[in-house]
């Protein structure tokens, strides 16, 4: 999920609009703070006799500690209160308590040993209309729902296998890039170009030919009586969804308000999800009929059509889009920055290009195949999965029953959020955690190429990414061919364009490169 689940994370930024509301919540809040004192009472009731509490980050009576948190960046917020408070604290959003993990061990144990306790999904409003209530395979809860669609994802598109029969799509996409660089180069010599429209193009491409079976240029669609374009079926796809996914609805963090009617925020979000359905039934009606002439052909559309008896029209419309959007997203947010971080980093540029050459040679075109002879671009990828965490909180889970964490009582009815960011920063574990630095993967903590998670990246467990192997594949191969056609260097004043767009790590501003190519 990427995705999706990227930008999806957030239950916990405060749109500006929303803080006029959020004033006019706290006054009716007080009415309720009677009925808070009996919870925490409760709370407090609860805990095991011998654990320890969850240290508290400090906040007001009613709000908590949603007011600290108006940057937007909470992850960022997360990590300084962790020098405080320590690798694990507890934080009020609201009425909502959100216990934060900050250390890839108590993360880990959350993911992996107390999985059972803590395996349900806590969405915010947005993210539950979003998802059409949990109907898609990253933001399900673990149940039979959710082994039934994972089942299908990996049978068709993401397990080695499948990754293998589908690999003529990646070398399509990457061609396709190596061909509209080279064109720019000859046609510009000199001038930057920006990076994110040629890449993220050609990945919405393969995400549309893996899921429907086209790079779809347009589309007539019944319900606007209009014919849509490539751009603004990304937009209605992609782009439009991952704003929504953050977008906040106060009522989220006072649950007993939930009778005070929101319109702005639900218009909103249900303007997305029409066109979403719009435009997705438009295409999938397509596929139906190429599929009615006798046309099926290898993608995941035929494929649920096919064998996912069980699915109704709108899981299955959901299944699809859910691919297009994680496909299309994270890997092009991790992609873009590893290209920022070899154009700032000759040298480091220049090693992982001599490293290509020693492995295809001067004439032989880098390939999937070579991937296991470049220890040095696997490692430069983990570092920028580590420095620039795609998805920077993973979207929060819920406990289900009393628990254990890192040596403190959690209480059932917490949120927990993990602070992948935070993990991946932690200074006790990596040494200076802000520079990016890929020699830090070959010293000994490389094992080989295929091991997908050495950082926290990728969560763990149970629920970790299924899309590792793609993503990783796409990626590398694509950054591997580029450094092997072109020299790559930031465009004057790129250096300081770091910032990023809301709680996700997409580049605020897309990157803008020179490139020369090789001889
Ligand atoms: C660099 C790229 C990517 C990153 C950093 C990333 C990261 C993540 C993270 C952190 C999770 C959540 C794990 C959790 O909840 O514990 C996740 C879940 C997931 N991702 Fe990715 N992802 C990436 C690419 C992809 C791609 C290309 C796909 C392909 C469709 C994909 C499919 C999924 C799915 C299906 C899940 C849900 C797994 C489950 O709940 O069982 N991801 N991803």
């Not at 999806?8 to 309720?32: D, E, K, M």
């Not at 805990?47 to 007001?60: F, H």
Request: glycine share 6%.
């Amino acid at each position: 999920m990427a995705l999706a689940s990227s930008i999806i994370t957030t239950l916990l930024t405060l749109q500006p609009a929303g803080y006029a509301t959020l004033a006019v919540v706290a006054v009716c809040s007080l009415f309720f703070s009677l009925r808070l004192l009996t919870n925490f009472t409760a709370g407090k009731n609860r805990a095991g006799p011998c654990l320890r509490r969850v240290p508290q980050v400090p906040g007001l009576p009613v709000l908590g500690n949603l007011l600290q948190l108006k940057e937007k960046k909470p992850h960022k917020t997360f990590t300084k209160w962790a020098e405080t408070y320590g690798p694990i604290y507890s934080i009020k959003t609201g009425s909502s308590s959100v216990v934060v993990l900050n250390t890839t061990a108590v993360a880990k144990e959350a993911m992996v040993a107390k999985f059972s306790s803590i395996s349900t999904r806590k969405l915010s409003k947005a993210l539950s209309m979003l998802t059409e209530d949990k109907s898609i395979v990253a933001m399900s809860d673990y149940d039979d729902f959710h082994r039934t669609i994972k089942r299908h994802v990996l049978t068709h598109l993401l397990s080695p296998s499948a990754q293998k029969r589908l690999l003529y799509q990646r070398e399509l996409m990457v061609e396709n890039i190596a061909t509209k660089l080279r064109d720019h180069a000859e046609a510009r010599p000199g001038e930057a170009l920006n990076f994110r429209k040629i890449f993220e193009t050609e990945l919405f491409g393969l995400s549309t030919r893996q899921a429907i079976g086209k790079d779809v240029e347009s589309i007539y669609v019944e319900e606007l009586g209009s014919t849509v374009s490539r751009e603004e079926i990304f937009r209605i796809l992609v782009l439009d969804q991952m704003e929504g996914a953050i977008e906040v609805d106060w009522r989220d963090f006072f649950p007993y308000l939930r009778w005070i009617p929101n319109p702005s925020f639900e218009k909103k979000i249900r303007r997305m999800n029409f066109l979403r359905r719009a435009v997705m039934n438009a295409l999938i009606k397509e596929c139906k009929q190429r599929i009615a002439s006798g046309d099926v052909i290898d993608c995941y559309i035929d494929y649920l059509l096919s064998e996912g008896k069980t699915l109704t029209d709108l899981q299955i419309m959901m299944l699809v889009w859910e691919t297009i959007i994680e496909t299309a997203d994270t890997v092009m947010v991790a992609t873009e920055w590893t290209i920022y971080e070899l154009a700032k980093n000759p040298d480091r540029q220049e090693r992982l290009f001599q490293e290509i050459l020693t492995a295809c040679g001067s004439s032989e075109g880098l390939s999937e195949q070579h991937l296991s002879k470049l220890p040095y671009l696997n490692a430069i990828f983990h570092e920028t999965l580590r420095r620039h965490s795609p998805v920077p909180i993973i979207p929060l889970r819920h406990v289900d029953v009393d628990t254990e964490l890192g040596g403190y009582h959690v209480p059932a009815g917490t949120e927990i959020a993990m602070n992948l960011y935070g993990c991946n920063m932690d200074r006790k574990q990596w040494e200076s955690p802000e520079e990016w630095m890929p020699e830090r993967f070959l010293d000994g903590g490389s094992d080989t190429t295929m091991d997908l998670h050495k950082t926290m990246a990728f969560g763990g467990g149970r629920r970790a990414c299924a899309g590792a192997l793609q993503a990783m594949l796409i990626s590398c191969t694509s950054i591997g061919k580029m450094v092997q056609q072109f020299e790559w260097r930031l465009e004057e004043g790129e250096e300081e364009n770091v910032d990023t767009l809301a709680l996700t790590a997409r580049k605020l501003e897309p990157l803008h490169v020179t490139i020369k190519a090789r001889s």
